[in-house]
T-cell receptor, first 111, second 113 residues
Framework: GEDVEQSLFLSVREGDSSVINCTYT??????LYWYKQEPGAGLQLLTY?????DMKQDQRLTVLLNKKDKHLSLRIADTQTGDSAIYFC???????????FGTGTRLLVSP | DAGVTQSPTHLIKTRGQQVTLRCSPK?????VSWYQQALGQGPQFIFQ???????QRGNFPDRFSGHQFPNYSSELNVNALLLGDSALYLC????????????FGSGTRLTVV
């Protein structure tokens, strides 16, 4: 079945790097995503990675994918207070176009 | 360029009532998906519409139904509301076949009392 798991909470200081981890179970997943949700808002797509890639970098964001262990991580460099939010990992499959989300990791960045 | 628009933003209903939520997709998008996000949880897939037909459905009862109109906008209907239906309902649109093209709206917060 499909299941996505994340740790619930991460606290870092401004300027540090944040690493948010995710594990998934569906080996047929084609795309893996990171979404950000701020209080009272919808979901903002941060980045995504194809399942045939190991790494993707996009400005301050680095995504690492370990397909063997079904492990995905999001590293945020130079974390700012504006990065405080809930981060969701999600998996998707080209054929079905539905996303399966994790329960989210709440990132708190302190000054 | 307007993104995904959802209405209303907030809604309070009584148990047993029916509710209709509305979604206008992003310009150029023809596929609409609905998700339910309970407090403290990740979004759960309800169903997806394309060409005015339900194409996929998640693990939700028949009380949840939807519709897509010729202009690609969509409605989510929930009958016989339960307290457990209280959640943020998110609409996402995408161009057909592009999973990574999803754009989410800000959601409708439904409270059932």
């Amino acid at each position: 079945g499909e299941d996505v798991e994340q740790s619930l909470f991460l606290s870092v200081r401004e300027g540090d790097s944040s690493v948010i981890n995710c594990t998934y179970t569906d080996s047929s997943s084609t795309y893996l995503y990171w979404y950000k949700q701020e209080p009272g808002a919808g979901l903002q797509l941060l980045t995504y990675i194809f399942s045939n890639m190991d790494m993707k970098q996009d400005q301050r964001l680095t995504v690492l994918l370990n397909k063997k262990d079904k492990h995905l991580s999001l590293r945020i460099a130079d974390t700012q207070t504006g990065d405080s939010a809930i981060y969701f990992c999600a998996e998707g499959n080209t054929g079905f176009q539905k996303l399966v989300f994790g329960t989210g990791t709440r990132l708190l960045v302190s000054p | 360029d307007a993104g995904v628009t959802q209405s209303p933003t907030h809604l309070i209903k009584t148990r047993g009532q029916q509710v209709t939520l509305r979604c206008s997709p992003k310009s150029g998008h023809d596929t609409v998906s609905w998700y339910q996000q309970a407090l403290g949880q990740g979004p759960q897939f309800i169903f997806q519409y394309y060409e005015e037909e339900e194409r996929q459905r998640g693990n939700f009862p028949d009380r949840f139904s939807g519709h897509q109109f010729p202009n690609y906008s969509s409605e989510l209907n929930v009958n016989a509301l339960l307290l457990g239906d209280s959640a943020l309902y998110l609409c996402a649109s995408s161009p057909r076949g592009q999973v990574y093209g999803y754009t989410f709206g800000s959601g409708t917060r439904l409270t059932v009392v």
